[in-house]
């Protein structure tokens, strides 16, 4: 009784150690989570909201404090280059050391700079903007990836699935063949053609193992896993249905036009560089500020903090500064920021055409898929009674184990296919999901 209720202990313990199989939303979720390059895009954008408030600033007043403590010396002796200056030795016994505050307080408002504030602040608008949607295309990257990765580990375990049950069959046959053999029904050729088929199944199947472990390393460090951690995952529920019917190609790609955040990011940044470009020019033109001021000078602390009148100045004014020349540097930047301009729409452009060839490439890849999985489908059952008919006429004598093995080989193709179209299908789904901006 002890040893049944130790061996109860040690399968529930087996049991509760065994990894719960991870669903594909399950995947995806845990890869936002744990992807280094989105949460480096996600700090970007954080540093971009700071950009903005830096650009604010310029609008708002700036006030600034200035304080001084000093110990100053008259009456001194003076020496010019070298030479006691005559009568100033006669001074020296009334040289007196004294200390000197001194404080300046000083507001000012900006209040025109040929427009480089308000198109700094729009520039850090829109840069922030892009920022985000970079956050937005970089989340539907790792979706994509993730889902892409999670596909292949259900196709190679499907077809691992198939070629198990191809060695399986073979097996069969290669007793079948054996019993044969000893009934005198079949040759020894028969016997070692029969065993060699039954090798190289199990060859196959072996060599579609190690491809099933390499799938579940690419979507372990797709999702951010550690090494070594165990990863079992549990097939979608349409994951084997037909794939969908692809939307018409002018629609999808209108739909991509408008909805992909990549698109929008590079019209962000392409609008950001002509507002920079437009503040850049603003170098030509004067800097207009209001400016307030109060200074004062004492030699005793004690009136610097009691009397605020005591020794200060107070004083305002408008305050104009203008740079008539400066090497040509100011031409060259606002050309720079226009060449910036150039490069933000040949980038928009170039975007544009690359997701309409993701989307035309997606729905042609479904399109095929969808053909191909029905087409394969009906293989499959073709194949399945041939396989049926091809033992029933090895069993009665008139058929030939090469007639079985055919058969064979046609069944698992089938089955391969139906597996690689119907997996396809669900990759170019992704795809066009991806490319359509989600």
């Known amino acids: ?7 109860a202990v040690l399968l529930s ?18 890869a936002l989570q744990r992807n280094s390059d989105l949460q480096r895009q996600i700090l970007l954008s954080l540093s971009a909201e700071q950009d903005r408030v830096i650009a604010r600033s310029a609008v708002l007043p700036q006030l600034t404090f200035n304080a001084s403590a000093a110990e100053q010396r008259t009456n001194g002796l003076q020496v010019v280059q070298g030479v006691l200056v005559p009568g100033t030795f006669q001074t020296e016994r009334h040289t007196t050391y004294e200390p000197l505050y001194s404080s300046r307080l000083q507001l000012s408002q900006l ?39 999670f596909y292949e580990l259900v196709r190679a375990q499907r077809q691992l699935a198939v070629l198990a049950e ?5 097996r069969d046959q290669a007793n079948y063949t054996q019993r044969l053999f000893e009934g005198g029904r079949a040759t020894q050729a028969d016997v070692y053609a029969a065993r060699a088929n039954r090798d190289n199944d199990e060859v196959q199947r072996l060599g579609q193992e190690r491809v099933v472990e390499l799938a579940r390393s690419d979507l372990s460090t797709a999702i951010g896993l550690d090494p070594g951690s165990p990863l079992t995952v549990a097939e979608p529920q349409n994951m084997m249905s037909t794939p969908a019917q692809p939307p018409p190609v002018p629609d999808a790609i209108s739909r991509a036009l408008d909805n992909r955040p990549s698109l929008k990011a590079f019209a962000s940044t392409a609008e950001q560089n002509r507002k920079l470009a437009s503040a850049s020019k603003g170098d030509y033109w004067p800097t207009v500020s209001l400016v307030g001021q109060w200074t004062r000078s004492t030699t005793e602390t004690k009136p610097f903090f009691e009397a605020p009148g005591r020794n200060s100045l107070a004083s305002a004014g408008v305050s104009l500064s203008w740079n008539l020349f400066n090497g040509l540097s100011t031409t060259a930047n606002v050309r720079k920021a226009e060449i910036q301009v150039a490069l933000a729409e040949n980038d928009l452009v170039n975007g544009r055409r690359s997701v309409a060839s993701d989307v035309e490439k997606a729905i042609a890849q479904l399109s095929t898929a969808r053909a191909q999985a029905r087409v394969a489908q009906e293989a499959e059952q073709t194949a399945k009674e041939g396989l049926r008919l091809a033992r029933t006429r090895q069993q009665v004598g008139v058929g030939t184990q090469l007639e079985v093995r055919d058969a064979e080989l046609k069944l698992t193709q089938a089955q391969l296919s139906v597996v690689g179209s119907l997996v396809d ?7 066009l999901r991806r490319a359509q901006g989600g």
């Open 1 to 7: 009784m002890s040893r049944i209720l130790v061996l």
């Open 425 to 431: 299908g669900r990759e170019a789904e992704s795809a």
């Open 166 to 170: 191809a060695a399986t069959r073979s």
């Open 111 to 149: 209040v025109f700079d040929g427009g480089k504030w308000w198109n700094n602040l729009a520039a850090a608008d829109l840069g922030e903007q892009a920022s985000r949607e970079q956050v937005d295309e970089q989340r539907l990257q790792i979706t994509y990836l993730v889902e892409q990765r």
């Open 13 to 30: 313990g087996a049991a509760v150690a065994q990894p719960q199989p991870l669903t594909l939303d399950a995947a995806v979720n845990l």
